[in-house]
């Protein structure tokens, strides 16, 4: 069965450092979506991409956060000057689509992101 | 700004029991999520629902869209099934509005 492939697994850096997490969407999706989830707390959305630009983000997607798609097959999420704060577990989705019974989205296994 | 509350937070059940997971959310929405997050962190999404019920296995997923209500039931429970189910709406726009989960804790 298809799925959502996110690398690495855990990522370990230091504050002020730039990370970029990746994820291989399936290959016939074309909505993407970065979440995010702090220990202990509930999931966040983080921004949504379609056709190669941004089509939502919420208010914790500010400047230091950027998303790109490359090439084809992958989706990163950059975050250029990490701070504690952005400990986190990400999730990489995708969707085929966006209407009633194309939104299914589905989750990669995660990147958990530590920040010391 | 939607408000999705789960219902319980906790919940431990022995082998077999029937199990109900409550999801109520503030404003109209387009779609209902429910997903299951296992320990290690993955999610993986159960059902999507816009109306009426879906019944996948031993789950069902209901939605009551009147009363901004949804439901996921699980029948003959195992203790495989133990995780955090998560609701999570849709409302106009693209993302989604993630619950806080219910811990569901399965006895043998």
């Known amino acids: 069965e298809p799925e959502v492939t996110q690398t690495p697994s855990h990522q370990v850096t230091q504050m002020g450092q730039e990370v970029i997490l990746r994820c291989v969407p399936i290959s016939n999706h074309l909505y993407f979506y970065w979440y995010r989830q702090i220990l202990g707390q509930k999931v966040e959305f983080l921004v949504s991409f379609y056709n190669n630009e941004i089509s939502e983000k919420s208010e914790i997607f500010d400047d230091q956060f950027s998303v790109e798609r490359p090439d084809g097959s992958n989706f990163t999420l950059k975050i250029r000057s990490t701070k504690l704060e952005d400990s986190a577990m990400y999730f990489c989705?995708?969707?085929?689509?966006?209407?009633?019974?194309?939104?299914?989205?589905?989750f990669g296994a995660g990147t958990r992101l530590s920040v010391l | 700004k939607n408000e999705v509350e789960q219902s319980p937070q906790n919940l431990t059940a022995q082998e077999g029991e029937f199990i109900t997971i409550n999801c109520s959310y503030s404003v109209g929405i387009s779609a209902l999520h429910w997903l299951q997050q296992h320990p290690g962190g993955g999610i993986v999404s159960l059902f999507m629902l816009s109306s009426g019920k879906k019944k996948h296995g031993r789950l069902i997923a209901t939605i009551n869209i009147q009363e901004k209500h949804s439901s996921l039931h699980i029948t003959a429970s195992h203790p495989r099934d133990s995780a955090v189910y998560i609701c999570?709406?849709?409302?106009?726009?693209?993302?989604?509005?993630f619950g806080k989960g219910t811990l569901l804790t399965v006895n043998p």
């Open positions: 999570a709406v849709r409302g106009s726009n693209y993302k989604l509005t």
């Open positions: 989705a995708s969707s085929v689509g966006q209407g009633a019974t194309k939104n299914i989205q589905y």
